[in-house]
């Protein structure tokens, strides 16, 4: 899967307003072609400014996690389909998967499974009823993803290169969890540097705080860039 660098770095718009969020757009200019929005901007007026950005001809990956019954699941996935989305995440349940898949049928929109959220051990899934490891359980999630026709997972770098051995070579891994070199953890825990996790199979990375938290946002997104191409050159990836 050959990708242009630029493409593949995707900046988590996580902040608190449109205001703010259009200011980091302006700010990043032509340095970034690909935004994350979350719930938290998702739900302050985010979704209409996902329209607009797409509309300026940016790509826009919405991480709504989406789990609900199957009909309501394949509706929302069309409106988001509509809206010119390139990525929506859902979680990964067989019922939730099928019914991505099918809303999304005849768009560009790629559907995504978050396999088991990061801050779960195995202590939270046993509490939850599940009689799996975490690792068991994203390797069966992963599976059935695949089966299902879900075009990607969303997993630590950590994970890429085993999910990739289940995935294939079709499916998109998109990775959050990326600091570059000499930048603050903040709260990961489960980090890696932007040429680590492409060598570990990653398609995509999501950065956040290292380039919102900058003094300089595009020289901070551009320097991440520099690092692919030239990680995915020497790779041949
Ligand atoms: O600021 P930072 O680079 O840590 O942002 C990472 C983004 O990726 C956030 O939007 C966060 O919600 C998301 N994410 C994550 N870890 C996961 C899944 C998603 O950090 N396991």
Same mark, same amino acid.
């Given at each position: 899967?050959?990708?242009?660098?630029?493409?593949?770095?995707?900046?988590?718009?996580?902040?608190?307003?449109?205001?703010?969020?259009? %200011?980091?757009?302006?700010?990043?200019?032509?340095?970034?072609?690909?935004?994350?929005?979350?719930y938290q901007l998702a739900f302050a007026g985010g979704l209409p400014f996902a329209a607009r950005l797409v509309a300026s001809g940016k790509r826009v990956f919405l991480d709504l996690k989406l789990h609900d019954i199957g009909n309501t699941v394949a509706k929302g996935v069309e409106s988001v389909a509509q809206m010119g989305a390139t990525?929506?995440?859902?979680?990964?349940?067989?019922?939730?998967?099928?019914?991505?898949?099918?809303?999304?049928?005849?768009?560009?929109?790629?559907?995504?499974?978050?396999?088991?959220?990061?801050?779960?051990?195995?202590?939270?899934?046993?509490?939850?009823?599940?009689?799996?490891?975490?690792?068991?359980?994203?390797?069966?999630?992963?599976?059935?993803?695949?089966?299902?026709?879900?075009?990607?997972?969303?997993?630590?770098?950590?994970?890429?290169?085993?999910?990739?051995?289940?995935?294939?070579?079709?499916?998109?891994?998109?990775?959050?969890?990326?600091?570059?070199?000499?930048?603050?953890?903040?709260?990961?825990?489960?980090?890696?540097?932007? %040429?680590?996790?492409?060598?570990?199979? %990653?398609?995509?990375?999501?950065?956040?705080?290292?380039?919102?938290?900058?003094?300089?946002?595009?020289?901070? %997104?551009?320097?991440?860039?520099?690092?692919?191409?030239?990680?995915?050159?020497?790779?041949?990836?």
């Amino acid at each position: 899967m050959s990708l242009d660098a630029r493409e593949r770095l995707i900046v988590a718009l996580d902040v608190p307003s449109v205001a703010a969020g259009e %200011a980091m757009v302006g700010r990043l200019g032509d340095a970034v072609r690909f935004y994350k929005i979350g719930y938290q901007l998702a739900f302050a007026g985010g979704l209409p400014f996902a329209a607009r950005l797409v509309a300026s001809g940016k790509r826009v990956f919405l991480d709504l996690k989406l789990h609900d019954i199957g009909n309501t699941v394949a509706k929302g996935v069309e409106s988001v389909a509509q809206m010119g989305a390139t990525f929506l995440t859902v979680h990964a349940y067989p019922q939730t998967m099928k019914a991505a898949v099918e809303g999304k049928q005849g768009s560009k929109l790629r559907i995504l499974a978050v396999t088991v959220l990061t801050s779960y051990d195995d202590a939270d899934l046993a509490a939850a009823g599940y009689e799996m490891s975490v690792k068991e359980l994203a390797a069966a999630r992963a599976a059935q993803a695949r089966d299902i026709g879900v075009d990607g997972l969303v997993c630590s770098p950590e994970e890429a290169a085993s999910l990739r051995d289940i995935a294939g070579p079709g499916m998109v891994l998109v990775t959050p969890g990326i600091r570059p070199a000499g930048s603050v953890t903040g709260d990961q825990k489960r980090i890696m540097t932007p %040429a680590r996790a492409i060598e570990a199979g %990653a398609n995509y990375l999501v950065v956040g705080r290292p380039v919102l938290e900058a003094r300089e946002p595009k020289a901070v %997104a551009d320097a991440i860039v520099a690092e692919i191409e030239q990680t995915a050159k020497s790779q041949g990836v």
